[in-house]
């Protein structure tokens, strides 16, 4: 069983920055693919990015390419989201997610373990 707890979301202005934590409980971490998902009110979760177990792939939604960046540190067992150029569509609450087969792809059918999300609010 893999706990995720996500930190680091809040309120920021259109064109502001965030990073997000997400800390893994697992020792073996360093075998999981993780993703970022988001989830705004009254829509489905959708994928924002992702990371391979060695962190050597990483893949992102294409609205959000050039503005986040996913990172891994194994040995502190978290990985990274940092968000820039904001805007108010980006509001939702952002989840972690651990990927067992090591892959970090942007299907949600591929992720067992999850986090409880964090928010991310976006003002105009």
């Known amino acids: 069983q893999v706990q995720l707890v996500e930190s680091g979301g809040g309120l920021v202005e259109a064109g502001g920055s965030l990073r997000l934590s997400c800390a893994a409980s697992?020792?073996?971490?360093?075998?999981?693919?993780m993703g970022w998902f988001r989830q705004a009110p009254g829509k489905e979760r959708e994928f924002a990015a992702a990371i391979s177990l060695g962190g050597a792939n990483t893949v992102y939604l294409d609205s959000v390419k050039g503005r986040f960046t996913i990172s891994r540190d194994n040995a502190k067992k978290e990985v990274y989201l940092e968000m820039s150029s904001l805007k108010p569509e980006d509001t939702a609450v952002y989840y972690c997610?651990?990927?067992?087969?090591?892959?970090?792809?942007?299907?949600?059918?591929?992720?067992?373990?999850w986090g409880q999300g964090t928010q991310v609010t976006v003002s105009s």
């Open positions: 997610a651990a990927d067992p087969t090591g892959a970090g792809s942007a299907n949600i059918k591929s992720y067992l373990y």
């Open positions: 697992e020792r073996t971490f360093s075998l999981y693919g």
